[in-house]
C-alpha cells in the first residue's frame, strides 16, 4: 500500500511506515502524476482534492488533517468509491483562544483596559468552534447571541438569533462557519455589502472560519465607510496572495494560524491516522505526544491572554505579507489555555 502525506502535517512521521510506503511531499508536489499509484492521501487545505488530481488514481480514501473540507469534491470522491475523512473540533479550543485574544487586544488597544464584560458577541456559526467560543465568551461575562439557521431549522429556534439581529445588536461579530457555495444557507460572501450596510453598532469583525466568508473588498470598503469597526482576519480571500489594502486596516491580521495550537494540530493527525487505519483495517496508531483530555469549561480571560497574544503574528505578516505561506507552514505551534 502507498501513502502520499503532504509534509507540512505535524506528528505523523513513523506512524504510518509500519503498514505501507510513506511518501512526504510539499502541497504543489502532490499532482496526479504523484496519485497514480496511491492507495490513500492525507492532507491539508492546500491541496485541491478533484478530478484533476484524482482521476485514473488508485486512491480509495482521503484523510484531511483539517476541520473544512471545502478543498475536497465531495461529489467526485462519493461517485468515484473514495472515502473521506476530516478533523471536527480538532483545533477548536485553538480558535476560541485566538478570537477571545484578539478581542482583547482590541479592547486593550481602545481603552488601555482588557475587559470584555457587558460587550455583546455575536457567533455566527455555532458548531464544534462557535460552542466553545459562545462558553469561553459568556463565562467573561460577555453578552451572546448566537447564529446558526440550519441547527435553529433542526432543533429550533429558541436561543438562536437572526444574522439581522446580530447586525443590529453586536459590537463583535465573529464568523464559524464552513465555506459553502450551494445549498439553503450557503456561506460564500455571507458577509457582504449588503450585510455590511445593514450594520448598526459598527462592530469589529472576525473571520477565522474561510476567507470567502467574508467579500474581502466589501469589507475594506466598509471599514472606510465606517460601517465596521475593528477587523482582525485570520482567514482571507485569495490566500496566499492577501489584500494589502485590509492588512494596512486590520488591527489582527495572521496567515491562517487561528487553529494552530499544539494541542489541536495533535488531535488533526490523530484523528486522520485513526481514520485512515480503520478504513483499511488496520491496528490503530497514535502520535507520541498526547493532550489533556478535558478542555476548560470558562477559561479566564488571564488564562487565554497569557497563553497567546497576536501582537506578533500580526507584526509578522505585516512586515512580510509575501511570506504568508512561510509563515503558516513554520508556525511555532502555541499551547491552548490550561495545558
Known sequence: MKIIVEKNIPFIKGLLERYAEVVYLSPEAIDAAAMADADALVTRTR????????????????????????????????????????????????????????????????????????????????????????????????????????????????GFVSLEEIAERAD???????????????????????????LRRSPMLINSARGPVVDNVALADAVRAGLVGDIAIDCWEGEPDISRDLLSMAVVATPHIAGYSRQGKIRATAMAVEALCRHFDLPVVKPLET???????????????????????????????????????HYDYRDEPGA
Not at 455566527?124 to 447564529?147: D, F, P, Q, T, Y
Not at 461579530?173 to 445593514?198: E, L, N, Q, W
Open 47 to 158: 491541496t485541491r482534492c478533484d478530478a484533476s488530481l484524482l482521476d485514473g488514481s488508485k486512491c480509495r480514501f482521503i484523510a484531511t488533517a483539517t476541520i473544512g473540507t471545502d478543498h475536497i469534491d465531495l461529489d467526485y470522491c462519493r461517485t468515484h468509491g473514495i472515502t473521506v475523512a476530516n478533523a471536527p473540533g480538532c483545533n477548536a479550543p485553538g480558535v476560541a483562544q485566538y478570537v477571545l485574544s484578539s478581542i482583547a487586544c482590541r479592547t486593550l488597544l481602545r481603552s488601555g483596559i482588557a475587559d470584555l464584560k457587558g460587550l455583546t458577541l455575536g457567533v455566527v456559526g455555532v458548531g464544534h468552534v462557535g460552542r466553545i467560543v459562545c462558553e469561553w465568551a459568556s463565562g467573561l461575562g460577555m453578552n451572546v447571541l448566537k447564529c446558526d439557521p440550519p441547527r435553529a431549522e433542526k432543533e429550533g429556534a429558541e
Open 172 to 198: 463583535i461579530i465573529t464568523f464559524h462557519t464552513p465555506m459553502t457555495r450551494v445549498g439553503k444557507y450557503p456561506t460564500c460572501h455571507m458577509a457582504d455589502k449588503a450585510f455590511f450596510s445593514s
Open 291 to 329: 493532550v489533556p483530555a478535558d478542555i476548560p469549561h470558562s477559561p479566564t480571560l488571564a488564562m487565554i491572554t497569557d497563553s497567546y497574544s497576536p501582537e506578533a503574528d500580526t507584526a509578522s505578516l505585516r512586515n512580510s505579507p509575501e511570506s504568508f505561506e512561510s509563515l503558516r507552514n
